[in-house]
Each structure stands twice: as structure tokens, then as C-alpha cells.
């Protein structure tokens, strides 16, 4: 089956590497599971359960977004957040090439996973995927989700649905991201004591948290793009 790949490459000072190579179905955009072995204790579904997760242990064992982070938590155990490297992201269209700090190049492969990964409350922002912008900034991130939501509601009102148009789903969502953030950092902190993918989930979730203030301020930030 077509997939879609998307080649993460963190280069350290020292010369040394880590490539995260991720596939996505090409029609649901669903990330591709690598083999792991036997997953980790700290992935299964009731280790720091999301306290809104609609899954149950009988029919998912495993958390979707513990399974897909167990690769990117064992590759930079002992790393430092705030260690100076350059990021290369591959796509089939473009490559994206930026120094950054692993933090930030590790938020921004997180992300990507957490949309990806098959978890019932991320699982609304799938269609950036498609067009993911690695190291996106506060501004790219509104445009980009705001723009997302409600070409959404174009689709829903073709099909004859009622539309949302003041963006209460769009801050409902991103409620809900607030939380499964906040649980999964926990469990990072309790199962891999590992600096920079705790760090870079914490980062993540300041980017949750800027969409509800947004959507109460009327996309306020973005409006001088349309005057």
C-alpha cells in the first residue's frame, strides 16, 4: 500500500546522527507501526491513562502515541535539551534544514507522531500532516490549524453537516490535547527520566495552550494578514 515517508535527521556538533525515519498511509494518514519487539511496560494504556481517553485495555492494550515515542525516548536517553544541533527533514517534496536545539527538533518530530500515532483526541489535526512544516512558529501554528479547521467545515457543509464557524470544536480539541499533554508527560517523567523528550512534550503543550486563548481573542494575532 502507498505510503508517505518523512525522514527526521538530527545532526550533533560532534558529527553523529540520529535518523527517524517515519511512513504515513497515503490515505489516512495514519502512521505505519515499526517493529519494537515487546513494547515497554510504560506504554501500556493504563500506565498515567489520559483521564479523558475513550480507549479501553481489553480492546488497546497500548497507548497509541507510548508506542510510536518508544523509538525517539530510547535514541536520546542522556541527551541534553538544550544541546545545539541541525535538523534535517526529508520529505517528497522538500527538504527543511535548520539549526535548532534538540528540544525543539524533537517537539516538532513529536507533533507529528501525536497527530499521526492513532490517538482518538490528536487525531483531528491528521490533515497538517500531509503538509507538515517542521519548527513551525506560534503564528505558522494558528494560521495553519485555524486555516485546517475550517476548510474542515467546507467539506462538513458539502456533505449537508452543520458547520462551526466560531471555532468552539477547534478550542474543544485543543482542550482535550491540553490534557493528553499534560497526563503523557507524566508518564515520560516516570518512565524514561529522559531530559529532552520530557522537555520537548512540555513544549508541545505551550503550543496547545495558545489556540483556546486565540480562539477567545478572535484570532486576533493573524488578523492584519486579511486587512
Not at 542522556?78 to 544541533?85: N, Q, R
Not at 508527560?185 to 495552550?209: G, N, P
Request: contains cysteine.
Amino acid at each position: 500500500m502507498p505510503s508517505i515517508p518523512i525522514r527526521y535527521c538530527f545532526t550533533f556538533g560532534d558529527g553523529s546522527q540520529e535518523i527517524i525515519n517515519l511512513r504515513l498511509d497515503a490515505q489516512t494518514l495514519e502512521l505505519k507501526e515499526e517493529a519494537i519487539g515487546e513494547p515497554p511496560t510504560w506504554t501500556a494504556l493504563g500506565f498515567h491513562q489520559c483521564p479523558n481517553c475513550p480507549l479501553t485495555p481489553d480492546k488497546h492494550p497500548r497507548c497509541p502515541l507510548a508506542v510510536h515515542l518508544v523509538s525517539t525516548v530510547n535514541r536520546f536517553k542522556g541527551k541534553l535539551s538544550f544541546h545545539e544541533i541541525h535538523l534535517n527533514v526529508v520529505t517528497n517534496e522538500r527538504i527543511f534544514s535548520n539549526p535548532t536545539t534538540l528540544q525543539n527538533a524533537i517537539s516538532s518530530l513529536m507533533g507529528l507522531i501525536s497527530a499521526t500515532c492513532g490517538c482518538p483526541h490528536t487525531a483531528p489535526l491528521r490533515p497538517m500532516a500531509r503538509f507538515h512544516l517542521p519548527l513551525a512558529t506560534n503564528e505558522e501554528t494558528i494560521y495553519r490549524v485555524s486555516s485546517m479547521y475550517l476548510l474542515d467545515q467546507y467539506f462538513l457543509r458539502k456533505k449537508g453537516q452543520d458547520t462551526d464557524l466560531e471555532l468552539t470544536g477547534l478550542k474543544d480539541i485543543y482542550n482535550n490535547i491540553q490534557i493528553v499533554n499534560s497526563a503523557f508527560t507524566q508518564r515520560l517523567r516516570d518512565a524514561s527520566q529522559t531530559e529532552s523528550t520530557v522537555d520537548a512534550m512540555i513544549m508541545l503543550d505551550s503550543y496547545a495552550q495558545i489556540m483556546p486563548e486565540e480562539i477567545e481573542d478572535s484570532l486576533d494575532s493573524i488578523a492584519y494578514l486579511f486587512r
